[in-house]
């Protein structure tokens, strides 16, 4: 089984807060890759973004 939708926990230490945690494409995508053996280790699409964040260290970007 893979459980999607585990943002609200999780990402709250970030500073992101959402009132429900909704199902991205791209995570459905990760998730059937995962469950084909594709994937071992996904990255969905909030560990992404966050990523993309933290490389660009731009004072300007929210957040920082």
Same mark, same amino acid.
């Given at each position: 089984? #893979? #459980? &999607?939708?585990?943002? !609200? ?5 970030? $500073?992101? %807060? =959402? *009132? %429900?945690?909704? #199902?991205? *494409?791209? *995570? =459905?995508?990760?998730?059937? &890759?995962?469950? !084909? $053996?594709? =994937?071992?280790?996904?990255?969905? &699409?909030?560990?992404?973004? !966050? ?6 260290? *731009?004072?300007? !970007?929210? $957040?920082?």
């Amino acid at each position: 089984n #893979i #459980i &999607l939708g585990g943002c !609200l926990r999780k990402y709250a230490n970030e $500073g992101i %807060f =959402v *009132d %429900f945690c909704p #199902i991205y *494409d791209p *995570d =459905v995508k990760e998730a059937i &890759l995962m469950a !084909l $053996g594709e =994937v071992k280790k996904p990255r969905w &699409l909030w560990d992404r973004i !966050l990523e993309s964040y933290r490389k660009k260290e *731009d004072e300007n !970007l929210p $957040g920082f």
